[in-house]
């Protein structure tokens, strides 16, 4: 109970110490809640890596020996992790292995809620909109209140739907509502990263300076601080700040988040024709890229829109992110060059992208 109350309140280096000091109690074993947490407390003070690690060993374990219990608190675990990193390509691996078996109905009410809520995210991220609809009515109606954990809550599910429909304010007003009242029960940690997602959606002055107070309290979130970092200068449009940012959160884990900054650094050169930004933030992204491999980060995040692809325009747009040109595309598919050229256009602007050569960053919007 103990370590729960401290990663629920964000005091990531005592609850690392709790669970390092129960690790070394001799005739005492670490439960699966135990380790769980430690990686999660990880994860907050911004050791992703080890973290990541840590579950996927602790998870192949629980399968080996048919843990149950471990694959459901582990397989938890590791989806927040994936959704904290970005990284669309394990979470997706992840949760096929959880909903093998059918949907999370036997779980735990809190490991439910995070498994059907991340569902949603993921569902609608990859525009299966069908299953995100379903997934949310399910969270939506289990009994109780939200976990303490990130992503524990009925609002994530909403406001990924709302945000899909072009409801920006009300997706940003359901996560600050759901936010509040978790940092009232001291559930800090998950109310903090609810409150960044909804400055994300829709920022204003107003909650950023809440949730640099909010913050002040916490000092270990050095994660969530580079998050609020990042959000505070592209508000200010200060592009330069907004790459110092990516490169502090990739340095934490937070992947996708770093790479979204790169490309709104991209969409600020590009308008201000700033050569020298422009050059930075390819130079960033190309970096984090190659350091952290091909996996398919979560670069769009809060900003698919309900105009999601066709499947012509899928089709031109995987061709065109393996680097064909329009002449060549049309040859491929027997199209006039002119169609082609039409359904770039709508790709790149319901992708919201300024350059074609991100098409390759958001992949998941061409599945």
């Not at 790169?262 to 024709?273: G, I, N, P, Y």
């Not at 790709?347 to 992949?363: Q, T, Y």
Request: charged share 25%; with cysteine; proline share 2%.
């Amino acid at each position: 109970m103990q370590l729960l109350v401290l990663v629920s309140l964000a005091r990531f280096s005592d609850a690392h110490r709790v669970a390092t000091a129960l690790s070394e109690i001799k005739d005492v074993d670490v439960t699966h809640r135990q380790k769980a947490l430690k990686a999660l407390a990880m994860i907050g003070e911004g050791r992703y890596q080890q973290a990541r690690e840590m579950l996927v060993q602790a998870l192949d374990e629980a399968h080996g020996y048919l843990d149950i219990d471990g694959v459901r608190t582990f397989g938890a675990a590791l989806a927040i992790c994936h959704l904290h990193s970005g990284d669309n390509v394990a979470l997706d691996e992840l949760l096929k292995t959880i909903f093998a078996a059918g949907d999370p109905t036997p779980f735990p009410a809190g490991t439910q809620r995070a498994f059907l809520a991340i569902g949603t995210l993921n569902a609608v991220r990859h525009g299966r909109i069908a299953s995100a609809e379903r997934f949310a009515a399910e969270v939506e109606h289990l009994p109780g209140q939200d976990g303490p954990m990130p992503v524990q809550s009925a609002a994530w599910a909403t406001a990924q739907l709302r945000s899909f429909e072009g409801q920006s304010a009300e997706a940003a007003r359901v996560l600050w509502e759901s936010a509040t009242k978790l940092w009232d029960r001291g559930a800090r940690f998950a109310a903090l990263v609810a409150f960044l997602a909804a400055a994300e959606i829709e920022s204003t002055p107003e909650r950023l300076d809440h949730i640099t107070t909010c913050l002040s309290s916490t000092p270990d979130a050095r994660v969530l601080q580079a998050h609020r970092d990042y959000l505070c200068a592209w508000a200010a449009q200060d592009g330069n700040a907004t790459l110092d940012a990516a490169e502090e959160l990739d340095r934490l884990g937070r992947i996708g988040v770093a790479l979204s900054a790169c490309e709104q650094a991209l969409t600020l050169a590009s308008e201000r024709e700033d050569i020298e930004l422009e050059a930075r933030a390819k130079d960033i992204q190309t970096t984090i890229r190659h350091a952290r491999g091909a996996a398919g980060y979560d670069v769009a995040r809060f900003r698919a829109q309900s105009a999601s692809l066709t499947e012509r325009e899928k089709e031109v747009a995987r061709l065109a992110a393996t680097g064909l040109s329009n002449q060549e595309i049309a040859a491929h598919l027997v199209l006039s060059v002119r169609t082609v050229e039409s359904h770039m256009h709508r790709v790149m602007r319901k992708l919201d992208l300024s350059s074609r050569h991100l098409l390759e960053e958001n992949n998941a919007a061409l599945l």
